[in-house]
């Protein structure tokens, strides 16, 4: 059995260090929320052009339904294409890489994960793949956990500890499920309970709740 990521070490324990993290993971929390917030208003919007879109081309006949086919098909290549030559980290649903990045430690290039992710999420799902939003949310918030863990220098740890309460409250926003995103991260991606964990900061505080579907 693969070993679980300790998340915080003996040195993070101070009173000093805990309330760093604290406030760090209050903003991991408030600019996860951001991303994922917008990602789903923007695939609602994208849901609704394209069922119109569709709507349309059934006046169309055989030309409607090649055109929509064809834009399906465009819309998908684009984002493979992206996620292929500028974050291959993407590919797949983004939660295995989340594992991994919480065993490693190792940070990548996540401003452009989370670019590609966002932009790939919107071209694939928005045009019509059956994919859901919950991989493409979690990996985006890790990553900007783990993004804002390094510009301020944190150490491995909790560089961890932010990853993975980035991926709690993005998994929080894209449900409207705060308690449920931070139990998910803790049971499924961190595989034990902290009482003083980031999660549990990170996932209830949203800046806004999303009501779209």
């Known amino acids: 059995m693969a070993e679980r990521p300790r998340l915080l070490s003996d040195e993070t324990r101070s009173p000093r260090s805990l309330f760093a993290l604290a406030a760090l993971s209050i903003a991991v929390g408030a600019f996860a929320g951001l991303v994922v917030a917008a990602f789903r208003l923007l695939l609602q919007s994208a849901n609704g052009w394209r069922t119109s879109f569709i709507l349309r081309a059934h006046d169309w006949g055989l030309f409607g339904f090649l055109w929509v086919t064809l834009s399906i098909a465009l819309l998908a290549s684009l984002a493979a294409w992206l996620v292929a ?35 790939g999420g919107l071209l694939a799902i ?4 059956v994919l859901g939003r919950e991989g493409p949310s979690v990996q985006m918030g890790s990553e900007i956990g783990h993004l804002i863990g390094s510009v301020f220098q944190r150490n ?17 926003t894209a449900f409207n499920a705060p308690f449920a995103g931070a139990i998910f991260v803790l ?22 709740s999303c009501s779209v579907s």
């Open 187 to 208: 049971e499924e991606l961190v595989g034990h309970f902290v009482l003083r964990s980031p999660i549990l900061i990170s996932a209830p505080f949203r800046p806004f």
């Open 85 to 119: 030559r500028v974050a291959p980290e993407t590919a797949g649903s983004g939660i295995p890489h989340v594992e991994r990045l919480l065993r490693s430690g190792s940070l990548g290039k996540p401003h452009f994960i989370i670019s590609v992710k966002f932009l």
């Open 126 to 129: 928005g045009g019509g793949l």
């Open 156 to 172: 491995r740890d909790e560089c961890r500890a932010l990853l993975a309460a980035g991926a709690g409250a993005s998994l929080a």
